[in-house]
């Protein structure tokens, strides 16, 4: 078995006998011919998917046919169009539009990490930009939260099931049948 690595010369026949709408098989045969390699039919598409050279839709060669000594070999006919060569769509290409953040009514304390209590909120601010740092809210928080109640409100999905107002949650260990 060839290891995973093709050299480029390799990669560059194999691009040039696929764009003559060679087989995968015969392609690795004229490969292996041309270098002294081993490379079966799956390792050339393999290759060609990695380069990008072949459709998404699924594309099959002629079956594999040993050609007899002193038979001449026929080409496949030529692929009617290229492939798509793994170009992004043009929605990938547009800047993506700024999210506008939600923000709370609270005045934070603005806390390094290095002071901030045990009963502090610890919601982030800042380190944004390179060498800004981050400093932490700092008031009060839930019992049973890292964040004081607005921060924690912003941390929780509407709906969210973390904390029920009804109490905790009892579970029941059921027996399987």
Known sequence: MEPGH?????????????????????????????????????AVVGRAKRLGLIAPARMTSPSIVPSLPGEAWLPSPRRSTLPY?????KSAMKPA??????????????????????????????????????????HPRQPGSS?????????RRSGSGAVRAGGPVVLRLVSAA
Do not use: M
């Open 6 to 42: 093709w050299p480029s010369e390799h990669s560059d026949a194999l691009r040039d006998y696929f764009l003559k709408g060679i087989s995968y098989a015969e392609i690795g045969r004229q490969i292996n011919a041309r270098f002294g390699t081993a490379y079966t039919r799956s």
């Open 147 to 155: 964040y004081c109640a607005p921060h924690a409100r912003l941390t």
């Open 97 to 138: 539009a700024r999210v506008k953040l939600r923000c709370v009514g609270v005045q934070p304390r603005l806390i390094p990490l290095v002071e901030l209590g045990r009963d502090d909120c610890r919601y982030p601010y800042g380190g944004d930009k390179d060498g800004e740092e981050i400093a932490f809210c700092g």
């Open 85 to 89: 060569l793994n170009v992004p769509p």
